[in-house]
């Protein structure tokens, strides 16, 4: 079964340190990727998509993500994480042969230290 | 062009009540995705939506929950005799198809509470 997971529940970093949330997936075709951004209590901003060639992607906010096919990872960076960057970090595959729907993993939380 | 349009925000209901939530997908979409986000978890897809048909309900609870999304108007999911373990935030997303290269755009969600 298609399956995302995101091994770190919590993170915590310092202001301008660099980031990275760890994404890997399962599923058995080309997998279309999404990293999305939840500010508590609001609802899911896109920061980046990949559906095919360049495996590094550049999404808003200064992050980017690279897919490995090899290691079934599609994992986030941000080179300087700034405190407004706290918040909840999703990843998930779309099953198109499924009608689109998404497949979330669990979450990574990002605290930033001053 | 708005964006997904969820209401309400929040809504309270007490044990046995029923819950309405409202989804108006974006300006174009005729796909509408349902998605549940209990306490300290991701989300998890409830149900899938184009005009007048139900096309996917496979995470959906067998009981009491039901969703429609009518030729006019907005997509409705209904809980009908909540529980507290209904309380959670239910989030709506909405696409123009669901061809590949495309995306869903995510509602603002709404929060409900079973007291």
């Known amino acids: 079964a298609q399956s995302v997971t995101q091994p770190d529940i919590h993170i915590t970093v310092s202001e301008g340190a660099s980031l990275e949330l760890r994404c890997n997936y399962s599923?058995?075709?080309?997998?279309?990727l999404f990293w999305y951004v939840q500010s508590p209590g609001q609802g899911l901003q896109l920061l980046l998509k990949?559906?095919?060639?360049?495996?590094l992607v550049q999404g808003i906010k200064g992050f980017e993500a690279e897919f490995k096919r090899s290691q079934s990872s599609f994992n986030l960076r941000k080179p300087s994480v700034h405190w407004s960057d706290a918040a909840e970090y999703f990843c998930a595959v779309v099953i198109y042969n499924q009608g689109g729907k998404l497949i979330f993993g669990q979450g990574t939380e990002l605290s930033v230290k001053p | 062009n708005a964006g997904v349009m969820q209401n309400p925000r929040h809504l309270v209901r007490r044990r046995g009540q029923e819950a309405r939530l409202r989804c108006s997908p974006m300006?174009?979409?005729?796909?509408v995705y349902w998605y549940r986000q209990l306490p300290e978890e991701g989300l998890k897809f409830m149900v899938y939506l184009q005009k007048e048909n139900i096309i996917d309900e496979s995470g959906m609870p067998k009981e009491r929950f039901s969703a429609e999304f009518p030729k006019e108007g907005p997509s409705i999911l209904r809980i009908q005799q909540v529980v507290r373990g209904d309380s959670a935030a239910y989030f709506c997303?909405?696409?123009?198809?669901?061809?590949?290269?495309?995306?869903?755009?995510f509602g603002q969600g709404t929060r409900l509470t079973v007291v």
């Open positions: 997303a909405s696409s123009p198809g669901q061809g590949r290269n495309t995306e869903a755009f």
């Open positions: 300006k174009g979409h005729s796909h």
């Open positions: 990949y559906f095919s060639g360049d495996t």
């Open positions: 599923y058995g075709a080309t997998p279309y």
